[in-house]
């Protein structure tokens, strides 16, 4: 297990046995809010799929604005196989294990989607320069435990780590579940029970104090590999389920169709204040945030009767379909438990939302930061007149943005939000084709707290089309302390 609670050097603080503060992460939610400023940021970056014969990386970028090379990479911790194709990642050791004087948040656990390798990263020695520590191989995973294709992973209070997988060596979904790596990340087992495999695999959260994990339902690998075909829904192979176990047995208690209003359920939150029973999913096709609670008699619900939030597909020309939806590929939640926000991969724009009545959020900020319908692209929206229409997209430091914002991460006080625009590398090149020449960035977006609201930091742009070896795509971000997508309460 690891520590840091310092987002610059993720020093370890565990010097003392016993105390409540000496673990890693930091005792609450409100109290990381309170933590320094991030001055790093690890991305995943790669060249799978693009072309490129080349390894992915991590790259470690500098966000601190005080430094001579804010605003770039810095360095570049290359994988040593072609083809993993990084996507999310996690840690060895969280928040919930802060009360743990032996823990310590030191590995990034990085799984290769494609490959099916998971790499543990050591970013405590030299933070701005990470190490590869050890390679969990694909082989010793399949021979174990018959799993492929790891996704996310999140790291438990008992040292051990957590990771979703979503297919088996052939990429059907039927044989996806969860991974269990002990503390030096030794394949242990499935943690889910024989016979307790969800449907198909993508996020999860778990809630301790209620005894509960859930889990949400991308597709099957052979499906989304090859990019996107909405044919595939029809036939089955893409998800729209909640998944609910017993924590931490790993029997499933219960499913959760979402039906048409739920297709493809990615990212899930639960409110970051552990004695909440609330929580939500993104639904990515549907372009749904819904949500879900924990009835009186210990099972769970969505409204079904309705989405808290809906984004309306938009009429277009010039595309592969008549109507264009936004795609909710991630979201999240400040640490206060007062915002959230989300992206819309395809439409391009980053949403704000005060959620202080969980029931009713009230949009408060909104943002064009790329998206197929930005002012030059060939696509149009349409109006019920017919007239057309486009959005307005600023450059940054001259700069054109491509793609549409993907993955979001927030700054642990509120105020920054980073975004990338790499989704998936086959979903990429056929979405956005000009991120395979161009590659990706990342961008930073001010936060108003107060009254709400979104604007583009002027000064911040790092840009993945000029990397050594040529264009890569950028995906998910963490920073060296841990975030609010990573870290669990207990």
């Known amino acids: 297990m690891a ?42 970056a790669l060249y799978s799929g693009t072309g490129l014969e ?18 770039s990479v810095i360095h570049r911790l290359k994988m040593p196989y072609i083809g993993d194709e990084l996507h999310h990642t996690g840690w060895n050791s969280c928040s919930s294990c802060h009360g743990d004087a032996s823990a310590d948040r030191r590995f990034l656990v990085l799984p290769g989607l494609i490959s099916g390798r998971i790499y543990a990263i050591d970013t405590k020695t030299d933070p701005k320069a990470p190490s590869l520590y050890k390679v969990v191989e694909p082989k010793e995973i399949l021979e174990k435990t018959g799993l492929a294709f790891p996704h996310t992973s999140h790291c438990l209070a008992t040292g051990d780590m957590l990771v979703s997988c979503l297919g088996d060596k052939e990429g059907n979904a039927k044989g996806n579940g969860f991974l269990l790596l002990d503390s030096d990340f030794n394949v242990k087992s499935r943690w889910d029970k024989p016979g307790h495999s969800p449907m198909f695999g993508y996020d999860f959260w778990y809630q301790p104090r209620f005894n509960t994990m859930i889990s949400t339902s991308w597709g099957a690998p052979k499906s989304f590999s090859k990019g996107f075909n909405l044919q ?46 609330i929580g939500y999913v993104g639904s990515a096709l549907s372009s749904n ?86 002012k030059g692209s060939p696509v149009k929206a349409v109006r019920e007149d017919g007239s057309t229409y486009q959005f307005d997209v600023p450059q940054i430091k001259g700069k054109s943005l491509r793609g549409g914002p993907q993955m979001i991460q927030l700054s642990l006080d509120g105020k920054r939000l980073y975004a990338t625009n790499s989704l998936f590398s086959a979903w990429d090149r056929q979405f956005y084709p000009e991120l395979m020449d161009k590659g990706s960035h990342i961008i930073q977006i001010d936060v108003d707290t107060e009254k709400g609201g979104l604007s583009i930091n002027p000064d911040f742009f790092v840009d993945f089309g000029d990397e050594p070896d040529g264009p890569a795509l950028a995906h998910e971000m963490r920073y060296p302390g841990g975030d609010c997508t990573s870290d669990i309460w207990i």
């Open 232 to 277: 595939h829904v029809a036939d089955g192979l893409y998800g729209s389920h909640l998944h609910i176990y017993k924590w931490p047995e790993g029997e499933m208690k219960q499913i959760i169709d979402l039906g048409n209003t739920g297709l493809l359920p990615l990212e899930i939150r639960f409110l970051h204040d552990p004695s909440k029973d």
């Open 54 to 71: 080349k390894p992915d990386y991590l790259a470690t970028v500098d966000v601190d604005p005080n430094s001579p090379t804010y605003s």
């Open 289 to 374: 945030m819904i949500r879900f609670f924990r009835n009186s008699d210990d099972t769970w619900s969505h409204e079904a009767s309705r989405v808290v939030i809906s984004v309306k597909p938009l009429k277009v020309e010039n595309w592969i379909l008549p109507e264009m939806p936004g795609l909710i590929t991630d979201f999240l939640i400040s640490l206060d438990d007062q915002f959230f926000y989300f992206v819309n991969w395809l439409h391009g724009d980053i949403r704000q939302y005060n959620i202080e009545d969980p029931k009713n959020p009230v949009l408060t900020g909104q943002i064009w930061v790329g998206g197929l319908l930005q």
């Open 3 to 44: 520590t840091g609670t310092v987002l610059a050097t993720a020093v370890s603080n565990s010097g003392g046995k016993g105390c409540c503060k000496s673990g890693p992460g930091y005792a609450s939610p409100l109290a990381a809010m309170s933590g320094p400023r991030e001055k790093l940021i690890y991305v995943t």
